[in-house]
Each structure stands twice: as structure tokens, then as C-alpha cells.
């Protein structure tokens, strides 16, 4: 099916662990991102990804780690993950940036809620 | 102080009620601003784009944007129990989506 899919949807797992969400796009969309949904903060911005190897941090990358070998490809890794780190992480993908178009809106996918005890 | 406010709710109205979902922000170089839908348990989508003042309107959707007060909001009229949703906002200066700055969302919860 065409579109943006995030794996896996739930996942557990404890401090000190690597954990690594990922993140397929069927559009071979230029840009990719990845945001954290926490409670009272709104959506922001962990990573980004341009194109297959361009990636750039955005407003919270500490602990965390991305990677674009493919266009299709977006995962991000937790490489020691912390309690604070629990969250519901969502991939987005863009056909080109800037907005100049309104119809080139952001595809998010459905979402990894992640918990760290 | 956060970039963006929201209200986060829940707003619970009866169906076919007029909804007023609302955000302020305080960066006066904001020109971009968008409303986002999000369905429990799944993504945003984009529901309306504004750029700079003015109304836009959609069917059933409104989306008004008063840069004298850093205010926008969203008008929802014959709301519907489909309606019920989170709604975000989100804006940017240069409309690049790696600028884009989000409010926390307000729950909206359409009663039959």
C-alpha cells in the first residue's frame, strides 16, 4: 500500500536499552522527519532528512540518532534510552521543501507509542 | 512563555454547534500558519494553510489569522461527531517544515 509506515506501533522497553523505530515511505519523497508528541508539548522536531544521506538535527536530537541510506528509509534510534524519552514518536515525509505550494503538506504516519521503565 | 498556546480542553459541544478552536503566539515573524487534525491514535493531517492575515475558508471549515493580535483560529460550523479530534496548530516564518512551531493541541469532542 502507498503511503508512510511506522513500525512497530507499541513498543516496551527498558533504561539503558538501543532501540531503534522505523520508518518507510512509498513516495520517494525528498524530506523526512521525525517529531516526539509529548503531553502539553505540542509536536517538535528530533531530526530531519533532506535526501538519502542529509540529515540535520532539529529542536530536541539529544539521545537520539538517524540515518538515510535510502530515500524510503527514515529510522531513528534511541541509543540508550532513558525514562524521558517515553513518548509517541511519528515520521513525516514532504515531496519538496518550502510551502510555496500549500498542497505540499507533511504525511505523518500512525505513530510508535514508546515506553522506557 | 511558549512560542504557541493552545488551549489543550477537551471542548465538548453538541453536534451542529458553531466550534471556535484558537492559538496565540508571540512571534510577530510567523507568516505561515497551518490547523492540523489529528484522529486518536493516529497522525496529523493537514486541515487548512494560511499564509499571512485573513480568512480562508473550506465547506464547513474557517480558518482566520489577526496578526495585529498574534491570534488565529479555526471555525467549525455544523460540527459533526466526526469532528472530534485534537487540533493543532502550526507555524512557521519562512514555511519550511523544519521551522515549524507547534501548539501543545486542543481536544474537541462533538456530542450526538
Known amino acids: 500500500d502507498a503511503g508512510i509506515t511506522q513500525s512497530p506501533r507499541y513498543k516496551i522497553t527498558e533504561t539503558g536499552r538501543q532501540v531503534t523505530l522505523m520508518c518507510h515511505q512509498t513516495?520517494?519523497?525528498?524530506?523526512m522527519f521525525w517529531y516526539r508528541q509529548d503531553l502539553g508539548h505540542g509536536l517538535r522536531l528530533i531530526y530531519y532528512?533532506?535526501?538519502?544521506?542529509?540529515?540535520d538535527k532539529g529542536e530536541v536530537p539529544d539521545g537520539y540518532v538517524v540515518s538515510r541510506s535510502k530515500t524510503e528509509n527514515f529510522p531513528l534510534t534511541l541509543e540508550s534510552a532513558t525514562r524521558s524519552q517515553t513518548s509517541v514518536y511519528f515520521c513525516?515525509?514532504?515531496?519538496?521543501?518550502?510551502?510555496?505550494?500549500?498542497?505540499?503538506?507533511?504525511?505523518f504516519g500512525s505513530g510508535t507509542q514508546l515506553s522506557v521503565l | 512563555q511558549k512560542e504557541v498556546e493552545q488551549d489543550p480542553g477537551p471542548l465538548s459541544v453538541p453536534e451542529g454547534a458553531i466550534v471556535s478552536l484558537n492559538c496565540t503566539y508571540s512571534?510577530?515573524?510567523?507568516?505561515?500558519f497551518m490547523w492540523y487534525r489529528q484522529y486518536s491514535r493516529k497522525g496529523p493531517e493537514l486541515l487548512m494553510y494560511?499564509?499571512s492575515s485573513g480568512n480562508k475558508e473550506d465547506g464547513r471549515f474557517t480558518a482566520q489569522v489577526d496578526k495585529s493580535s498574534k491570534y488565529i483560529s479555526l471555525f467549525i460550523r455544523d460540527s459533526q461527531p466526526s469532528d472530534s479530534a485534537t487540533y493543532l496548530c502550526?507555524?512557521?516564518?519562512?514555511?519550511?517544515?523544519?521551522?515549524?512551531?507547534w501548539g501543545a493541541g486542543t481536544k474537541l469532542i462533538i456530542k450526538p
Open positions: 502550526a507555524m512557521s516564518e519562512s514555511g519550511s517544515n523544519y521551522q515549524l512551531i
Open positions: 512571534n510577530s515573524a510567523f507568516q505561515y
Open positions: 494560511t499564509y
Open positions: 513516495w520517494s519523497h525528498s524530506y
Open positions: 532528512s533532506a535526501a538519502a544521506d542529509i540529515t
Open positions: 513525516a515525509s514532504r515531496r519538496i521543501q518550502g510551502i510555496s505550494d500549500p498542497s505540499e503538506k507533511l504525511f
